[in-house]
Every structure is written in structure tokens, then in C-alpha cells.
């Protein structure tokens, strides 16, 4: 979680402030500086947000493999399952 933000935070320094040299000086710098910036910003959700997709995902497979092992391991003890 620590790393997460730390990402977070390098992220917010690196792309999303106005540093003295990108500092727009018209309506149009400003309008490709919005759209920049709100394109890293939709960048970064859906990075991850797809890898936060593939972790329950991983997990999902897991708690499979988890419940197969659980009842290989009742029926080597000759337990019957759960009822449905």
C-alpha cells in the first residue's frame, strides 16, 4: 500500500503540476495542457484499474484452486461435502 501511494505521489510531481517552463500562456497552451493532463490522468486510472482487475481476477483462481485442494482433501478423509 506504502508503494502505492508513492507511485501516487510521483506521478502527481512528475505529470500534474505546473512547473515555471509548462506554464501556459494562452487560451490555446492552457486548453493542450488540460487535455495533457487529463489524458495522463485517464492513462493512469485505466493502468490501474486493469491491474487491480487482474489481481481479483488472480485471486478468483486462487480461492478455486483453494476449494478443489479442500475437497480432494475431504474426500481422501472420506467426508462428504457440503450439501447444496
Known sequence: MTDLKA??????DQNYSLNSNADPKNMQELTVYVQNL????????????????????????RIDDLEKSI??????????????
Open 71 to 84: 475437497a480432494d482433501l475431504m474426500t481422501q478423509a472420506g467426508v462428504e461435502g457440503p450439501e447444496k
Open 38 to 61: 487529463l489524458q495522463n490522468v485517464q492513462d493512469k486510472f485505466q493502468s490501474m484499474s486493469d491491474q487491480i482487475i487482474a489481481r481479483i481476477d488472480d485471486m478468483g483462481n
Open 7 to 12: 507511485d501516487i505521489d510521483s506521478d502527481l
